[in-house]
């Protein structure tokens, strides 16, 4: 159960050895120019546009909400971790003050 498995080794036969050609140079080929277009051709906006539907629009505020919710949520639960660490911290404090001063009249 805990050995190792090993995968098959590769079975594809070995590359013959290439021995290295020499190529022949390219022929020259003359760029033709295009002809000019016919008909002009409306410009492309830069940006692609959104159309928001009723039910899209809908969807960006639920979400919207949902996030404000999330973070809402968060933030007060941290809030209410530093108040708690606060009321302990407060309570130790007076505990301890409350020894010192004990231990102090008795000696």
């Known amino acids: 159960m805990f050995t190792p498995k090993y995968p098959t080794p590769d ?5 013959a050895p290439t021995t290295p ?3 022949a140079p390219a ?3 003359q760029a ?3 002809p000019a277009p016919v008909a002009p051709v409306a410009p492309v906006p830069a940006r692609p546009t959104v159309q928001l539907t009723a039910g899209s629009t809908l969807a960006l505020v639920g979400g919207g909400a949902a996030v404000v919710l999330v973070v809402g949520a ?3 639960s941290m809030l209410l971790a530093v108040a708690i660490t606060a ?3 407060a309570v130790v404090a007076v ?4 020894l010192l001063k ?3 009249k008795h000696i």
């Open 102 to 104: 004990d231990l102090n």
């Open 95 to 98: 505990v301890l003050k409350s």
């Open 21 to 23: 050609q020499t190529a």
């Open 74 to 76: 968060v933030l007060v």
């Open 27 to 29: 022929p020259v080929v």
């Open 32 to 34: 033709v120019p295009a």
């Open 11 to 15: 079975t594809a036969p070995a590359a």
């Open 87 to 89: 009321v302990s911290v």
